[in-house]
């Protein structure tokens, strides 16, 4: 069992606070992924959890037990760092035996747990190569390797893959997420890579100014999210805001898009309870492009993704163009005029005030602005 709680946990930096009352679950076994912009404080989790830095207030613990006091090299926990922390001047062979040899283990048992890593990373028979002789890719196999020789209860990775170039991290990726079940190791992950966060992580927790804003699993988030910027920093391309005046017509409440009324619902809740603005949030892929119905606007430019496109339409109530995502056989020319259909199942609003996001709002289907 390797269950981890934090529990209110703080932390400051010369007065500055970049942990604020941070709450976590991390059941065994589990994937966790930690995302969130450079300075929200992911990474200091992460080194509070490891042992290298120290909260100033709150729980750290570890199956029931506070390890607050525990120093890094008695928690049993294996760290992979953003740049490889690789001995230049070892053997593949050697930069794993290291740590075993530290822990004083039998010469045997070394030997067995080397080949054993080498063979889940793929490795094997590059025992005896220096890392300047092996690709980005094999030295983070290496670091990996290293980590799940010692066999510890948490993994913990500080944006492991940041250094390689997109083709290859989406293949370590997927070598991570595949060693991770089958070894059953609970692993914790900092990323500023939403792609990386929903392909490995069981549940995400999106960090800003030193705040969880959402924890939960990644259809969640992006489903429902907490708030307009957990919303905008999970999908790519990213979800299309627009800012609209909550008003009333004749007897209706709604949001005017351009020429479009439409009318705006909140289940449980009194329309009176409607906040005087919105941010309306629709995701690409949830726009259609009609020639008849919708709101009006003119294609910008078209960027081809093989069998997707995306369209960038310039709509009259908006500075900057709506990105909607389309099958290549249905792609616009530019310069030509379209209509947009929002799906009223997939737009989100949010209150413009707080950018929370109101549960159970709804924005139905258009009428006709009257006068």
Known sequence: MSELTLTSVTKQFRGVEVLSDIHMDVKDGEFICLLGPSGSGKSTILRIVGGFEHADSGAVRLDGKDIQELPPNKRNFGFVFQDYALFPHMTVESNIAFGLKTRKLPSDVVRDRIGSALKLVGLTGLEKRYPAQLSGGQRQRVAIARVVALQPSLLLFDEPLSNLDAKLRRQIRIEMKTLQQELGITTIMVTHDQEEAVTLGDRIAVLQHGVIQQYGAPMELYNAPANAFVAGFLGDPPI??????????????????????????????????LPKEAIVGVRPEDIRLSDTEGVPGVVKLVEQLGAYVLSYVAVDFMETPLCCLAQNHIAPRVGERVRLRFDPDKTLVFDARTTKLLPGARLEAPTPVLG
């Not at 008003?247 to 898009?257: I, K, N, P, S, W």
């Open 240 to 273: 299309n805001f627009v800012n609209a005046a909550v008003e009333a017509r004749e007897g209706t409440y709604g949001v005017r898009l351009g020429e479009e009324f439409r009318p705006l619902t909140r289940q449980g809740a009194p329309a009176t309870s």
